[in-house]
Nanobody, 126 residues
Framework: QVQLVESGGGSVQAGGSLRLSCAAS????????IGWLRQAPGKEREGVAA???????SYADSTKGRFAITIDYVRNTFYLNMNSLKPEDTDQYYC????????????????????WGQGTQVTVSS
């Protein structure tokens, strides 16, 4: 059974940094599509960062240059490193994975993914 477990959310002031972690069990990331998405109440879940099985990364325009997705294959964990955080980054963040990237959806599209973490809250104060 595939399980993704997130950690690392919290509260930070604007300009600060956080690192989110997503540890997998029953699953290995090699060759997979993996991503981080976020969702505010009443809004659709949107992708912020993703990487495909060939190591190509994609970022939302709002996070490009500030966020970075990395993978530790030994620990079977992937991360979202968030820098220069802004109040508008406040959201519930979810990690997600799919064994192989599809040709149907963008890597930042929530429909791309089959497996999801439980979500972790990030709050950025001004």
């Amino acid at each position: 059974q595939v399980q993704l477990v997130e950690s690392g959310g919290g509260s930070v002031q604007a300009g600060g940094s956080l690192r989110l972690s997503c540890a997998a069990s029953g699953y290995t990331f090699s060759g997979s599509c993996i991503g981080w998405l976020r969702q505010a109440p009443g809004k659709e879940r949107e992708g912020v960062a993703a990487t495909d099985g060939d190591g190509r990364s994609s970022y939302a325009d709002s996070t490009k240059g500030r966020f970075a997705i990395t993978i530790d294959y030994v620990r079977n964990t992937f991360y979202l490193n968030m820098n220069s955080l802004k109040p508008e980054d406040t959201d519930q963040y979810y990690c997600a994975a799919r064994r192989y990237c599809s040709s149907t959806y963008s890597r930042l599209d929530r429909y791309e993914y089959h497996y999801w973490g439980q979500g972790t809250q990030v709050t950025v104060s001004s």
